[in-house]
């Protein structure tokens, strides 16, 4: 294979809600760890496509982009807790701007960065919502009218019931269950264009994507017409059995999660040796 003719494109949200999965936590805390990761990915899939482990696997690089979403930078007050928050300030942002920063400094990445959204209230999520949404029922049959002259609701055995059963259900529901719903703007679309753009100005003949979901349909399906080998990295994910007729090859450049607790991973912090030698 030619130089520079492999492109890697990288889902970033879904690439580091993926990788706590497949290796070590503590490879996981840090911007230079996570960059070593991707940087261990890129060089397994290189070495997987051209036959051998080449110590200069860059070379066969067009470029690797990386595809996240700039954290939002709004601010909002909890509902639960009635306290002030600074989105762009918690720690999932600053470690998000410290992987930018880590990912700016490595050869041949370039970040493709959309936004982050409000897109709604605070709302309750998970299954809590499922148990809360039904009780609007009985609140609205709740007879009112049966408060005494003391003020206190009078309420029949059923009713006082379905009262300690809601109340129990409340108490059950913390803050984390309670969230400001933000929407990702503008990834998707920047996928699209550069396979787009990969594939019509003939600037690789490979293209391997890492991600997880099937909307990439359209773009591979452009891609493979044209003579590029799109290849799909699911990062050990079930996909659904229809995608594999839009790709041409499945490959996972993380070790196999179930494999490792049997074996040793390979060291994906430190720099490659003679990587700075290439040019």
């Not at 041949?108 to 960065?113: C, D, E, F, K, Q």
């Not at 996928?191 to 591979?220: E, M, Y």
Request: proline fraction near 4%; charge should be positive; glycine fraction near 8%.
């Amino acid at each position: 294979m030619s130089d520079r003719q492999i492109a890697i494109l990288i889902d970033g949200g879904f690439f580091l809600k993926r990788l706590p999965k497949l290796v070590k936590q503590s490879r996981c805390e840090t911007a230079k760890n996570i960059a070593g990761c991707i940087r261990l990915m890129c060089r397994t899939h290189v070495h997987a496509l051209i036959g051998t482990k080449d110590k200069l696997w860059h070379k066969h690089i067009y470029r690797i982009f990386f595809y996240d979403a700039v954290p939002y930078e709004g601010t909002g007050q909890h509902p639960f807790e009635k306290k002030h928050i600074a989105f762009g300030k918690s720690k999932i942002a600053e470690s998000r701007y410290a992987l930018f920063d880590e990912l700016k400094r490595q050869r041949n990445v370039a970040l493709r960065l959309g936004k982050v959204t409000r897109d709604g209230d605070w709302s309750i999520i998970g299954p809590a919502s499922r148990k809360i949404i039904p009780t609007k029922t009985w609140i609205e049959s709740l007879d009112l009218s049966g408060v005494g002259e003391d003020g206190i609701i009078q309420l029949t055995e059923t009713q006082r019931v379905e009262a300690v059963r809601l109340q129990s259900l409340w108490k059950s529901i913390d803050s984390s269950q309670v969230r400001l719903p933000l929407k990702q703007k503008g990834v998707d679309m920047r996928i699209g264009l550069d396979i787009a753009a990969l594939t019509l100005k003939r600037q690789a003949n490979t293209i391997i994507l890492v991600s997880g979901d099937s909307d990439f349909v359209p773009a591979a399906k452009l891609a493979r017409r044209e003579g590029v080998q799109f290849i799909l990295d699911p990062m050990w994910q079930a996909i659904n059995g229809d995608l594999f007729e839009h790709i041409d090859g499945l490959q996972s450049g993380l070790p196999n999660p179930s494999k490792r607790k049997n074996t040793s991973s390979p060291d994906i912090i430190g720099q490659d040796e003679h990587e700075a030698d290439i040019a």
